[in-house]
């Protein structure tokens, strides 16, 4: 085992000569080893030179491909998008507050009107924009409110989001198209899926309370008993607490 010596120190005896002589050697072999693995690492260099400049320069070349492509494509596409965008959101918005002749509102908010495209052409034509993803979105309610139960499932499974609210209710209105078409159980997915998407005080207890009734329709009391209490639990002030305490018993009733 090596041993501290002060600056100057000789060994004297011939174990402290031959801890010396193992330190020296060990130190040696130490100093080789980065020698030899400093020496492959420069002979794979030099035989693979035509490699590595080729995968640097295909790396370079993405990067470089991609920068192009935000600020001269996706940029400009972005905001022609926008633009189309305004007058089919005008429409959805004006169906959702009128109380008369909603489901033409809807039709020119999916197909267009006013020399501008409709949600549904906007989600194709402009794919992998913001505003492509959002038009999903709408297009997705818009089918869902005229009652096109299979196009709403289309369009809103390919609306993606981060937002607090959008994405479980992107969820949540699959779960009330599954409900309309009587897919009960993939209804019962999607309204968890909701709940569990985000956690706030509008969206969770809403799809949790869905989702309870949903798998109490099921004849699944133990699960409507974990989902409905979870509400009562975590959300005590939400609406949808008062209503939960009637299903809750209604659970308990089924579960015994």
Avoid: C, W
Wanted: glycine content about 6%; proline content about 2%; cysteine-free.
């Amino acid at each position: 085992m090596a041993t501290y010596k002060k600056r100057g120190y000789k060994p004297k005896t011939v174990v402290e000569k031959e801890i010396e002589v193992e330190d020296n050697s060990t130190t040696a072999e130490v100093f080789n080893t980065l020698d030899d693995s400093a020496n492959k690492a420069e002979e794979f260099v030099e035989k693979n030179q035509k490699n590595i400049f080729i995968i640097i320069g295909v790396v370079a070349a993405f990067a470089l491909i991609y920068l192009v492509y935000q600020q001269f494509i996706v940029k400009p596409k972005q905001g022609e998008a926008m633009n189309e965008m305004y007058q089919a959101q005008k429409f959805f918005n004006e169906a959702v507050t009128s109380t008369v002749g909603q489901d033409s509102l809807y039709n020119l908010a999916l197909k267009g009107g006013e020399g501008k495209l409709g949600l549904t052409d906007i989600a194709d034509q402009y794919s992998g924009t913001a505003a492509g993803n959002l038009a999903n979105y709408y297009a997705g309610m818009a089918h869902l409110n005229t009652k096109n139960y299979q196009e709403a499932i289309v369009y809103l499974d390919k609306f993606e989001s981060d937002d607090e609210a959008l994405a479980p209710m992107a969820k949540g209105a699959i779960g009330d198209a599954f409900i309309q078409l009587t897919e009960t159980k993939n209804a019962l997915d999607y309204y968890k899926q909701a709940a569990n998407l985000r956690n706030n005080q509008f969206t969770t207890p809403t799809y949790l309370f869905k989702a309870g009734i949903t798998a109490l329709d099921l004849g699944e009391a133990k699960e409507a008993l974990t989902l409905l209490n979870k509400i009562k639990d975590n959300y005590p002030n939400s609406p949808e607490a008062t209503q939960a305490e009637v299903f809750i018993g209604k659970a308990q009733a089924m579960s015994n």
